[in-house]
């Protein structure tokens, strides 16, 4: 199986700061990378997929790069919407594999 | 607007058994692949099993492997899980989640707003 891996765990940030959450595949997985955001009691809500492609609807500021085992989301100006926990996923290979989620806090 | 209303969930004895039901609508539901997702309390989210569209390709976390079958009815726009021989650890919202295609490497564009198992005595 694909282990996915997150970092950091917890991220404490203000208002308008710059955040990145890295993301590392076990193996490679090309480009077939997706993130999600989640909020309290809510389900997942796709932001990326194919590592930097952004979603319908999803604002700008939200931006993915990265392949082969290293990705990174990147918010370039953090709204107070945005303090959420942040998934990444692989659907490169069976089975489909998630990181262990990064909580974004306010500081 | 594409939508997926998860229902089945509740209380289980360990051991015993469940079946989800994940009814979608806004979408030629037979052109998608369609997975079940699931979240313990308090943890992260945990792939359990997928269907293609064509219901032809199915596919399982080991965790669940021999215990839970996954199905699909295209005439009745509907998913299910049968959940049999029920550990303690399979307690989670279970999420069904559309896939953005009907097979092959695909990422959950929607979600349904999940249903909760308990599995106690």
């Known amino acids: 199986d694909i282990q996915m891996t997150q970092s950091p765990s917890t991220l404490s940030a203000s208002v308008g700061d710059r955040v990145t959450i890295t993301c590392r595949a076990s193996q490679s997985i090309s480009s077939w990378l997706a993130w999600y955001q989640q909020k309290p009691g809510k389900a997942p809500n796709l932001l990326i997929y194919k590592a930097s492609s952004l979603e319908s609807g999803v604002p700008s500021r939200f931006s993915g790069s990265g392949s082969g085992t290293e990705f990174t989301l990147t918010i370039s100006s953090l709204q107070p919407d945005d303090f959420a926990t942040y998934y990444c996923q692989q659907y490169n290979s069976y089975p489909w594999t998630f990181g262990q989620g990064t909580k974004v806090e306010i500081k | 607007e594409v939508q997926l209303l998860e229902s089945g969930g509740g209380l289980a004895q360990p051991g015993g058994s469940l079946r989800l039901s994940c009814a979608a609508s806004e979408f030629t539901f037979g052109g998608y692949a369609i997975s079940w997702v699931r979240q313990a309390p308090g943890k992260g989210l945990e792939w359990v099993s997928g269907?293609?569209?064509?219901?032809?390709?199915?596919y399982y976390a080991d965790s669940v492997k021999g215990r839970f079958t996954i199905s699909r009815d295209n005439s009745k726009n509907t998913l299910y899980l049968q959940m049999n021989s029920l550990r303690a650890e399979d307690t989670a919202v279970y999420y069904c989640?559309?896939?953005?295609?009907?097979?092959?490497?695909?990422?959950?564009?929607?979600w349904g707003q999940g249903t909760l198992v308990t599995v106690s005595s």
């Open positions: 269907i293609s569209g064509s219901g032809g390709a199915i």
């Open positions: 989640a559309k896939g953005s295609k009907g097979s092959g490497s695909y990422y959950f564009d929607y």
